[in-house]
């Protein structure tokens, strides 16, 4: 017994501070490895895109100890829009916890999930399939991370765990996005860019859509039921016995129900929701509005809510000092981008990639494409971002190997299905530093599905690639 607990405290895993310090390191030193490269860009309908011809180059600039050292707070201040999104809803979402009217819920839905067979059935795959349409028509992606605030103290209260808590909304969106059939910001953009039709192909995208949606959603209850069965197989049991302390106080038993000002203070933030979706859809809202939104939402609801001012203000810096945590994590992911391009090995790395995807066969061609992209995602985590610097070069490619460009595009979505798993990705560690989900903790359990998602991704490949889809 002595041996075993000796031996666990041995290899006990690191902090994610610290395996995403060790990732800068590791960057840093690839810096005075690989040579600086660079593409040329021209202007085209307003963006700057890369000329596929025009690789060349140019003097690398390594990364020093000084340059790691100053990653972070370079991360930091390139992030500061989406770690000033997290602090501002964190702050209204704490407001809104402060009017009980969440506790509320949360014991309404626990008592109903008890009762009625009906809805413990149908939670998961509404909601899951809720969110991945919005990451399949809006791009919702950082507007799931609010959502983590309320799904974790709810999986909890049902006698789920955090994982599956975080996973509702978080791998919802994630693979909406990925397997999008009408997001603007990937498929719209890598479309427009690779000179095909914008949002042509949305039939055969919308059956990837449906099939990775209710893959995620009959893994997630598979584990759920399992969970439940017995809560010692939950990767996060141990955390979860601390995060049941904080529930809202008294069983379901003894709750009578929702009061009027409860139910008003939900209608306030589901209209808020609502009005979130129309300008994310009709204005292009982006992290700027949202949160300016969520502002708003805050403050009004603290008023429905019969809270003095004293007690919002108050509310909502608890809620913004309790997530300092994440934003830190997120600045040192934003770190390791930081550096790479610093240092001017981005595109080298992506110019080294390219011969790799020569093959004998379309569908070799593809899955390589598929590959290519999932490593690129490793670094450069938006959709619009991937499509700028890699469809100017994979859209013609191509034509050379075979491969239609619409499948290209596919490929190079697919690529986003490691974005829940990877720990440079900004989206990915905030949201599991506000669930406080250790990294590797999550990694481990993501296997499994990360695995189905790849064997997905290389299977949805073939088709387009036999039919020739255009």
Known sequence: MTMTKM??????????????????????????LVPGGKYETHLVNGKQLINPDSFHYVDSNPQGLVALMKAPIKGFVEAAQIIGFVLIVGGAFAVLQKTEAIDAMIKSLARAHASSRFIQRALIPVFVTMFSIGGATFGMNEEAIPFILIFVPLALALGYDTVTGVSIPFLGSQVGFSAAFLNPFNVGIAQGIAGVPVFSGWGYRLIVWAIATTVTVLFLMWYAARVKRDPTLSPTYALDLEKRKDLPAGGVQDFHGMTGRHKAVLWVFAASLAVMVFGVVHYAW???EIAALFLGMAIIIGLVGRLDSTQIVEGFMQGARDLVGTALVIALARGTLVLARDAHIIDTMLHELMPLVQSSHPVFAAWKMF??????NFFIHSGSGQAALTMPIMAPLADLVG?????AILAFQFGEFTTPMIPTSGI????LALARIPWITWAKWMIPL???????????????CLMNWQ
Do not use: E, M, N
């Open 428 to 431: 990915t560690v905030g949201v």
């Open 403 to 407: 491969v239609t460009r619409q499948t």
């Open 450 to 464: 990360q695995l189905i998602y790849a064997v997905l991704a290389l299977a949805l490949l073939v088709p387009p």
């Open 371 to 376: 590959g290519i992209q999932t490593v690129i």
């Open 7 to 32: 031996t666990t405290k041995k290899f006990k895993l690191p902090h994610t501070f610290v395996l995403l310090f060790i990732i800068l390191a590791l960057i840093a030193a690839a810096t005075w």
């Open 286 to 288: 982006y992290i700027d």
